[in-house]
């Protein structure tokens, strides 16, 4: 094969060139590091079904991920038939599959935030280092220059890597995955910088690339943990994500974004149980649209539908960022109002009354939608449950709607209105 040197088993140092020959067998420091490069491959493939268990459209960057691992393995077998694989396919063709390969990571991490990939600047990243590994094996055969350029291409791809999750770590959820990641980038960024630092000051060492050197063997642990390290922390970062969303979506209603009916009464539960303990009010607001039938009969249920989720936009305005408003069904809402005594229970169910009253909800063929509500509200009693409190709270609320709608009534003046006081 052209270009291809004969030599069917062989030690070759950094540019490919033979400083040893065996032909039959492979000693056994070489043998070791040749080892490690497998296992790598062998760990890529394990994470490529790792990787495939998550990789769809929604999680975002897995495909990319996916990809990568794919390039690595590429480059794995590359740099692995070194001596018994042409030069090309073992030096020129397995950097540029493993630049592929770690861009590529990248490229998932980007999508992941939500952002484009640079790809303009890593294809001129990447064309320099080529032509760099082109000019120092085929023109002046200075195998430490290779590496070097190699090593700061990798290390500056990890670097971004590290500052693109060390902006997604957030706020809420478990860090761990986005900690592990950043972590992982950043220790392979700096491996990548001693080494190119190393080959800088040390510009002869022209040891064989599988010798085992302590040096080497450090460099290829580097190597081995590069991508499986990366690609573990992206899964559990796709994980963190998933179980974040899945999450969200028990907690709040898809429709409107409020609170949905499970967290609500859970919730409201927690609440309950703090109030009986440490005293302190509680209220409850109960809403339910006015004539919302007639709304989705006249506009049409996507309409219906822009109204619902106006008027949790518009609750949200009213109440506090303490206070919890949720969907319980249809078109029935309610707000958990902690530390909001029965006058302010009532004041708040006002405003909300007179700010969904004068609010247009939806445009429909150039028709303002507007909806009223009628609210029950009801403040815990000492020693009430939760239950009692709702039932009291959605009596209010019956009582509002029997007494015209669009209007605010408060459990404790409809109980006296019911005993005649
Ligand atoms: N667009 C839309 N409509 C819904 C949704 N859930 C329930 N509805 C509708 O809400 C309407 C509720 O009607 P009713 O229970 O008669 O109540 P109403 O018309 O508001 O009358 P009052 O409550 O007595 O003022 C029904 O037509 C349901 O189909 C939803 O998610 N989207």
Known sequence: MPGMRRHPLVLLDYSGIVSQTRPHFLPSAMLSLVSLILETMALSVVMLFVLSSVTCEENSGTREWFRANILAVAALLGYAGRGMLPDVLSIEAANLLFMAAISMMLAGFRRYEGKTFPTKLLAGGMAVVMAVILVFHYGVDLPGVRVITVSIFHGGVCFAIGMTVRRMIPA??????????????????????????????????????????????????????????????????????????????????????????????????????????????????????????????????????????????CTQKVIRNIDVCARLGGEEFAVLLPGADAGTAISVAERLRAALEGAVLATSANASVTCTVSIGSATLQPQETLAALLVRADRALYAAKSAGRNRAMCAEDVRRIEVGT
Not at 193 to 203: E, G, I, K, S, T
Not at 261 to 271: G, Y
């Open 172 to 313: 809420s959820q478990p860090h761990y995955p986005f900690l592990f990641t950043v972590v992982a980038a950043f220790a392979l960024a700096f491996g990548y910088a001693v080494r190119a630092v190393h080959y800088m000051l040390l510009p002869n060492l022209a040891v064989p690339l599988f010798a085992s050197t302590v040096w080497n063997t450090v460099y290829f642990s580097l190597g081995t943990l590069a991508f499986p390290g990366l690609t573990l922390g992206a899964v559990m970062m796709t994980n963190a994500r998933s179980l974040a969303k899945a999450a969200y979506a028990a907690d709040h209603d898809h429709l409107t974004g409020a609170c949905s009916r499970r967290a609500f009464f859970q919730l409201a539960e927690r609440e309950h149980m703090r109030k009986l303990r440490t005293g302190g009010d509680l209220s409850v607001l109960l809403f339910d649209a006015d004539h919302f039938k007639a709304i989705n009969d006249s506009f049409g249920h996507a309409v219906g539908d822009q109204v619902l989720a106006e008027i949790v936009k």
